[in-house]
């Protein structure tokens, strides 16, 4: 259903920062695959969510959903695809706004924004049911503003607003990676259990290769801007953190590099 | 003298509310859009000269500022496209549509001042009838508030705040984000305009000069009242009835230093001076009060 082809994408060309990103980056998902995706520092995880995502274009190749080419398509157009949460538990949520603003404002996306009132009843007491599936004692906040918040609760919030509306695809872009640790592990299984329940396909970039394998039904590595190794099925059940060491370094023939991935 | 002071607080009620409904613009952009918007210095002036202009053609004064409404809802869509579609910085789009409008302004008047006196026009509001001034100014904010609470409460207007709030979130959130600061400046200029439409009959002339120092007036009007009204209510309405108390206070202090001998020719000095020093207590006390805080999340 997520065709991204040939894409490639260099930043600040023929300047001495000169960053190539993405090189000739293919993967294809499938209807109701869950993938996480690891790499180094620089490896391109965030720069193809950022492409897929529509925050610039790319130099060339083509990215499809559901057989629509949307590689022109601007960003707050293909947001009815696409459902995100970022990595920075500020970026994903208005923080001035109430909580059901937030809600309302995702639960429009990708619809057109009149006149009518910004928010109905019923939608509320959907809300309210929403927020309390998630067990962190929202759902008596309503109103309240998401600047209120920890990182951990507005993670969670966003992940409900990403998920409204059955998005084609859900990006999560290490969003737990800036959460302590057992705050990390309570949005992951919240994110465990609404891509469960909505049946979403989504990428998942992680820098903990436990979770990497813990999580989803598929696993790619990226490396120097496109994907180096792609296991899938039962094979990804089976796999242990020092396999995948070995297939890195097999597939790019380094050692694996990153100052944040946990190996354990 | 005190009773002169006395005797002049319900025209400086007036007047600061006619430069509240101007800081309601201002507050649109500033403080929901989170752009520093410089052309209300000469969209104020354009809502006046149409209105001059108009009127003293013999157009009806209900008319005159429809038009003066529609004319500032024009700057601000220039401004808007100058930001958005060419790339400018808003302050420096601001300054450039300001630059624009000081030549429009005077191509509209035909000369830097137009005389609009209350006896040779039908006028909704002038400086000898204080009292109904102050009475047709309190229907006009009456009814702006309820529109623009109205507003602000429509998915479109939440899809404002938004953008102001968080604009990659809002992108996210398949906001048109270009879309929605055009559509704030549009309105905010709107608003200035017709003010300077009111301005310009209360005063009794149109001048090239009126709009001089606008914004900071506008943002001394919002700075006060935040600090009058935040404590009490977070509701939009409560906060735009706020910013127009904020111009009735401005005008106050302005009309007691006056009275006291201070030289009208500081005044605007004086008037930016406390703007910038209330703009950067926040910044002070982040920097220099705030303790380190221990990073501590919880679920």
Known sequence: ?264 | MFFNWLGALPGAAAQGMIWGIMAVGVYITYKILDIADLTVDGSICTGGAVCAVLVTNGVNVWIAMLVALIAGMLTGAITGVLHTFMGIPAILAGILTQLILWSVNLKIMGKANIALPIRNYDLILAQINTVSSILVLLAFVGIMIALLYWFFGTELGTSLRATGNNINMSRAQGINTDVAKILGLVISNGIVALSGALLAQYQGFSDINMGRGAIVIGLAAVIIGEAVITRISQNMACRLIGVIIGGVIYYFVYQTVIFLGLDADLLKMLSAMVVAIFLAVPYWKKKYFTKAKGGHHNA
């Not at chain 1, 090189?23 to 492409?51: E, R, Y």
């Not at chain 1, 995502?53 to 947001?79: F, H, L, N």
């Not at chain 1, 998942?204 to 290769?209: A, K, L, V």
């Not at chain 1, 796999?239 to 370094?249: G, I, N, P, Y």
Request: proline content about 2%; hydrophobic content about 40%; some cysteine.
């Open chain 1, 1 to 264: 259903m997520l065709e991204i082809k040939n894409v490639t994408k260099t930043f600040n060309p023929g300047t001495i920062n000169e960053k190539v990103a993405l090189k000739d980056l293919n993967l294809t998902l499938n209807d109701g695959d869950f993938v996480t995706v690891i790499g180094g520092n620089g490896a391109g995880k965030s720069t193809m969510l950022n492409a897929i995502s529509g925050v610039w274009k790319p130099d060339c190749g083509s990215i499809i959903i559901d057989g629509q080419d949307i590689t022109a398509m601007p960003e707050y157009k293909r947001a009815k695809f696409i459902g995100r949460v970022f990595q920075d538990p500020m970026m994903g949520t208005a923080a001035d706004m109430e909580i059901q603003e937030n809600l309302a404002l995702a639960k429009r996306r990708g619809k057109k924004r009149g006149l009518r009132w910004g928010i109905t009843g019923a939608e509320k007491e959907e809300y309210k049911k929403l927020l309390a599936q998630l067990d962190l004692g929202l759902e008596t906040r309503l109103s309240n503003k998401v600047g209120l918040l920890s990182g951990g609760q507005r993670q969670a919030v966003t992940l409900l607003m990403a998920s409204l509306n059955n998005p084609r695809i859900l990006l999560l872009d290490e969003h737990t990676a800036a959460l302590d640790p057992k705050t990390a592990e309570k949005v992951l299984a919240i994110s465990d259990k609404i891509i469960r329940e909505n049946h979403l396909t989504t990428l998942m970039i992680t820098h903990n290769m436990k979770d990497a394998i813990k999580h989803g039904n598929r696993l790619v590595m990226m490396h120097e801007g496109h994907i180096i190794i792609d296991v899938k099925g039962e094979e990804k059940q089976k796999l242990k953190v020092e396999d995948l060491l070995d297939m890195f370094t097999k597939a790019s023939g380094s050692e694996f590099a990153s100052d944040r991935a946990m190996l354990s």
